[in-house]
């Protein structure tokens, strides 16, 4: 913690100046840390970067973290938002995905940080879990729903090589995933949540009107970010770092002033890819106006042509120069993207 303090310091400059809209403890699980180190870290970042009054400040709480007295400790320090990892209000869900809560547990921390004041509040939600029938889905949509939650962001279950869950899978202990019911799950999502007025603003994200994340909104959006600690990553517009990822690394090179980072310079054509890709992930899209300027008539005219058949079949529209993913183009969003990536 010591050591993260000291990165802030000595990366004062990569941010140019500018003011700060967000601060996001993640990458991790921050509610596990002592409340009087994340203020240190706080302390830090107020004595060293211009923080904007209206800053969003987010973090991560696992629900059996959450208790009345660390939420008035975090509001002290000026956390404004949590994003609570929920995945699922029922047991067996939570019991297949090996997680330390339960149902009851997970609605009680949302109504907890409720009630301590924490109105701007996410959730993560997982679908496609083996266990979670559509009737079952629905049940945690409405729950949702129900508790008030301004945010949400939910993902299909994904099977990562050599993990705990994949190896349970390939011994036939545990129902492999069924891609088919994922799908499925994402357009029961994408329905429910325009029938109740959230605006489905990212692939993955929903949010009542007026109630985006600051933070990640930024990371689609291209904008300059600092991360501190080990593994952390940075991006100034132009170029991209990322720390070292072990924590005695970190620590020794920061003792010796020694800034333990990896670094590459973007091409045009990669920053091109970047914007291609964020851009069609968002309610926003991609503007042919904004690739000719930003990126040249080269990347411009690849864009026009490439996106030509994907409109023709449905999933793109364009209005005014702005492309748009449809409902069903959504389903294919990161295909799409790589179809339109200049190699």
Not at 51 to 67: C, F, K, R, V
Not at 226 to 241: E, V
Not at 274 to 299: A, P
Request: charged share 20%.
């Amino acid at each position: 913690m010591d050591s993260i303090c000291s990165e802030a310091i000595i990366q004062k400059h990569y941010l140019k100046g500018s003011s700060v809209d967000s601060i996001y403890f993640g990458g991790g699980t921050p509610s596990l840390i002592n409340p009087l180190l994340l203020a240190k870290i706080m302390e830090t970042l107020k004595s060293v970067y211009s923080i904007n009054s209206g800053a969003e400040i987010t973090l991560e709480a696992n629900p059996d973290d959450i208790s009345p007295a660390v939420l008035e400790d975090w509001k002290q320090m000026g956390i404004n938002r949590l994003s609570i990892g929920i995945q699922s209000f029922r047991d067996e869900d939570l019991k297949y995905l090996n997680r330390v809560h339960n149902g009851s547990k997970a609605v009680e921390s949302i109504e907890m940080a409720s009630q301590a004041g924490f109105q701007n509040l996410t959730i993560d939600l997982i679908y496609g879990i083996p266990t979670l029938t559509d009737e079952a889905w629905q049940l945690n949509l409405d729950t949702a729903l129900k508790l008030g939650i301004p945010h949400i962001s939910a993902y299909s279950l994904t099977v990562e090589p050599r993990t705990a869950l994949d190896v349970m899978i390939r011994k036939g202990k545990y129902a492999p995933v069924d891609e088919t019911q994922s799908i499925r799950h994402f357009e029961m999502l994408m329905s429910f949540m325009e029938k109740h007025g959230y605006l489905h603003y990212e692939i993955s994200n929903f949010c009542l009107p007026d109630m985006f994340a600051k933070h990640n909104t930024a990371y689609w959006q291209r904008e300059p970010y600092l991360g501190l600690g080990p593994s952390a990553h940075s991006f100034n517009g132009n170029s991209r770092q990322w720390n070292v990822s072990g924590n005695a690394e970190y620590v020794k090179s920061i003792s010796e002033k020694n800034f333990p980072f990896d670094s590459e310079q973007l091409s045009n054509e990669q920053q091109y890819n970047e914007y291609v890709m964020t851009g069609l992930r968002t309610m926003w899209g991609c503007n042919s106006d904004v690739i000719s300027r930003q990126f040249g008539e080269t990347c411009h005219s690849e864009f026009i042509s490439r996106i030509r058949k994907f409109m023709e079949s449905g999933m793109v529209v364009e209005t005014d120069g702005v492309y748009k993913l449809t409902l069903s183009g959504k389903l294919m969003a990161d295909g799409i993207a790589s179809d339109l990536f200049i190699t």
